[in-house]
Every structure is written in structure tokens, then in C-alpha cells.
């Protein structure tokens, strides 16, 4: 049986194509788990035998902490393996929460030890028994799918990936494997406390449904195995479809209701967990988003996230923006005269002029960019100032059209649409909402007896802001 245990084990090591120069981090708490791990590797092939580094954390929660440091620090001389140790002390345990906080301590290590000596491996003595217990967990507190894998490769830091190579075996052919070849290890006391959830899962739950079915460690397995393949087939996908929504600085409107209703769920969980950070959008608010991405008779709109952030619809556009820099975009138009033959500054909006015919020396090459008037189509000064819900456009039909509405058509965003530049003559009278549309006036005249022309030379409004 050990020797079979062992040849798997080569095989498992293999795929990771661990050479000898590799040099690798090995977790071990002195337990039987992680000591029949450490003589695993020890025995690899000198082929794929990596350079072992154990690291140990004493977490001084139990009496016997400091005889298992020394137990450990004796083998590793005798073994002759580098050994780097950690002592948790009393004074930093925390008063509630004890498991996540040595966790994170015994991790944090880990990471520090794996980035100092360049190790391309953390090993941990993971089995099939913890696998199925961290699922039975995850399953019984309920949670997001994705939440719902077991233990598996990972990321320790960037050059650093956590291998857990015994979870393919059971707590029984470990243990049968550690009698056989006569080791020596140290049990946890607390693994008797059942007042943890971990503890009952393991002496309660799992026996029972291995009596039910002695495969189930391994349906287990073959369960973690499929969910992380469609998992990881999900968010390829997902990424995909994110990127061809993409758009100046935000996502396509029309291409994602395109989308069936579960890509659109899917789509905007990972827009939001990439745009906002990962849980930190409710389901409830995605909800929202989807139901105010769906509601064609409202073209734009606002969800607020929270107190930083807020979800924006802007016709065919959304996105997800910091409450600053909604606030930055809402632009502003001051009342301001024009004076003859000067450019003046609308700030975040561009440049407007009225020059007389016979001093304007440049091209008039872009009609929507510019207005030819005669002296009889409007009384001097002309002005700026912002468009109101009032303002009105005179029509070629001799209707009006309201501003609001030239803004609403031409898709222009709220916090946009409050500030808009609006050329008035010096009665009041509209005419021209810049770079927009212009009041209809008759000509009676031709171009070349123009007495002005209105300039407009616009900016990039998303550039400008």
C-alpha cells in the first residue's frame, strides 16, 4: 500500500514538472498529514526531487506548541533540510476569531518565505477528507457558486503557486501509509473540540456518507473538479463578452441587451466585480441595474452603490463612476458677451466667436461649425449661457423645438445637458445651441455677403474631463 501511495504521488508531482534546481516550500504543522507530505517528497526521484524548504509556524495554542518546534527542528538537521520557523505569540492572538487569524499569519509566512528564496511551490498536506469537509462548509453556509469550491491550486504571490498534492488520498491511506513506514507526528487536541464546525464535519458528517457510499471522497473530488473547469471555461467567456462591450471608458448599452438574460447576469456580476470590487455590488442592486438597463423608456438614470460610487446609464452607454467624478463632469456655463472679433473660452465645452465678414482672414470649410448671418438677422451683442428647459429652436417649418429636447436626441448626458452653451442675440433670442443645432433663420442674402461669421471650434468632452 505505501508503495503504491508512493508511485501516485510521483505521478502527481510530475505534472507540476518539478526539477531538482526548483526550490519549494513545504507547510508542515508536524501533523501526520503534512509529515507523510514531507516524506513523500523526500523519496521523489532525484529527477524531480526539488530543493525542500520547511516552514513551521508555532502558533502557541496548544501546550505541546514548543515539543513539536523542537521535534521539527531536530528532523530537519537530521534530514538535512533548510528549516525556517515562525513564532506566534500569545500578546498578538486576537480575543475572536482565532482560526481565520492564524490562517492568515501562517500564510502571510508562507508567502514571505516562498518570495525570499524564489520558490516555485508552497506544498500543503491537504487530503481528500479536508476537500470534502471544506465543501460540506461552503454548502451548509450557502453563498455564490464560485464560493463554493473546495481547496485547490492557487496563487501564493506571483511567482508562487500553492500545490496541494495529497487530495487525491484519503485520511485512511495516509494514516495507513505513516504506520507502515513507522512515523513519527503529533495529533491536534483542538481536532477533538467539536464545538468547531471543522471537527464535527470530520468525526460526524463525512463518516456517515462515506457509509453511505465509500466513494464519495472521490465524487467529491470528481464534483471540484468539474465545477473549477466550468468556472474557469465561465470567465474566460465572460471576458470575452466584456471586452467587445467596451467603450470609452464604459460599456455598450444596445450590444449587451443583446445578450441572453443569464449573460447578462453574468456579465455585469463581472463588470461589477472588476469596476467596483469583488461582492461589494448587492444582488439586489444588480437587480436594479439590469431592470434600469432594460427600461427603454427611460434612456439614462442612477443607481448608487454606495457612498463613493455610482452605477450610470447614459443612453447607450453605462458605466460604473466615483461620485467625484460625477460631480467633475457636471459642467458649467457662465453668462458672458461676446466682444467682436475675439475667440472667447467656454470652459470644458470649446471656443466661440463673431467675426465681422471683412476681418475674418480664415476658411469657413465646416458648415456645422459655423454661421453666416446678416446684420439684420439678429441684434448685437451676442451672449452665452447655459440652456434651459424654456429655451426653444425656430424650425424651417416655422415650429419650435425645445432645447431639452435637442439634448435628449442627441444623447447628451445629464450632468452635460445642465450646463449646454446656448448663443443668444441681444434680445434673448436663441440661436444656436453649440455644436448641436441651430435656429432656423432665412437668408436672403448669399455667402459671400455675409456681414459675420460665428465660429465654434469645439473640445473632446470626455477628453476634457
Known amino acids: 500500500m505505501a508503495i503504491q501511495l508512493q508511485k501516485a504521488f510521483d505521478l502527481i508531482i510530475r505534472q507540476y514538472h518539478v526539477k531538482p534546481t526548483d526550490s519549494v516550500v513545504v507547510g508542515v504543522s508536524t501533523g501526520v498529514d503534512s509529515m507523510v507530505l514531507l516524506t513523500l517528497l523526500e523519496k521523489l526521484p532525484v529527477s524531480c526531487r526539488p530543493k525542500i524548504i520547511v516552514a513551521h509556524v508555532n502558533h502557541k495554542l496548544r501546550e505541546q506548541s514548543t515539543e513539536e518546534q523542537t521535534f521539527i527542528e531536530a528532523y530537519a538537521r537530521k534530514h538535512n533540510l533548510q528549516l525556517r520557523i515562525k513564532v506566534w505569540p500569545l500578546s498578538q492572538h486576537p480575543d475572536t476569531g482565532i482560526e481565520n487569524a492564524a490562517r492568515k499569519v501562517r500564510y502571510d509566512f508562507f508567502a514571505e518565505v516562498a518570495q525570499n528564496l524564489q520558490a516555485r511551490f508552497l506544498f500543503t498536506a491537504h487530503q481528500a477528507d479536508d476537500q470534502a469537509e471544506t465543501f460540506l462548509m461552503k454548502l451548509v453556509r450557502g453563498g455564490a457558486l464560485q464560493q463554493l469550491q473546495g481547496i485547490g491550486s492557487r496563487d501564493l504571490t506571483k511567482t508562487t503557486k500553492i500545490v496541494r498534492p495529497l487530495l487525491s488520498f484519503s485520511k485512511e491511506e495516509i494514516r495507513d501509509f505513516a504506520t507502515s513506514r513507522h512515523l513519527k507526528w503529533y495529533e491536534d487536541q483542538t481536532n477533538t473540540d467539536e464545538s468547531f464546525t471543522r471537527n464535527r464535519m470530520r468525526h460526524e458528517i463525512v463518516p456517515r456518507l462515506k457509509q453511505e457510499n465509500p466513494q464519495f471522497l472521490k465524487h467529491v473530488q470528481s464534483y471540484e473538479s468539474q465545477l473549477q473547469t466550468l468556472i474557469l471555461a465561465t470567465r474566460q467567456y465572460e471576458e470575452k463578452i466584456v471586452k467587445n462591450l467596451l467603450i470609452d471608458e464604459g460599456y455598450k448599452v444596445p450590444e449587451f441587451l443583446l445578450l441572453s438574460v443569464e449573460w447578462q447576469s453574468l456579465a455585469l456580476e463581472f463588470i461589477s466585480n472588476k469596476e467596483v470590487g469583488k461582492g461589494l455590488v448587492s444582488k439586489k442592486q444588480q437587480t436594479e441595474i439590469l431592470q ?159 456681414k459675420y461669421f460665428i465660429i465654434w471650434k469645439p473640445n473632446n468632452l470626455e477628453e476634457s474631463n
Open 292 to 450: 434600469l438597463l432594460g427600461n427603454l423608456k427611460k434612456p439614462s438614470g442612477k443607481i448608487q452603490i454606495n457612498s463613493q460610487m455610482w452605477f450610470v446609464k447614459a443612453y447607450d452607454k453605462f458605466s460604473f463612476q466615483l461620485v467625484s467624478k460625477i460631480h467633475k463632469k457636471t459642467l458649467i456655463t457662465r453668462n458672458s458677451m461676446l466682444i467682436l472679433n475675439q475667440w472667447h473660452l467656454i470652459e470644458s465645452f470649446g471656443q466661440v466667436a463673431v467675426f465681422e465678414a471683412d476681418k475674418y482672414s480664415g476658411k469657413v470649410t465646416d458648415l456645422q461649425q459655423t454661421m453666416q448671418l446678416s446684420q439684420n438677422q439678429f441684434s448685437m451683442p451676442l451672449s452665452v449661457r447655459p440652456a434651459n428647459r424654456q429655451d426653444q429652436l425656430r424650425l424651417k417649418t416655422g415650429g419650435h423645438k425645445k432645447v431639452q429636447r435637442v439634448l435628449m436626441d442627441a444623447k447628451v448626458s445629464n450632468w452635460q445637458r445642465k450646463g449646454w452653451p446656448l448663443l443668444v442675440d441681444g434680445n434673448g433670442k436663441p440661436i444656436w445651441l453649440l455644436g448641436l443645432r441651430k435656429s432656423w433663420l432665412e437668408k436672403t442674402f448669399k455667402v459671400e455677403e455675409s
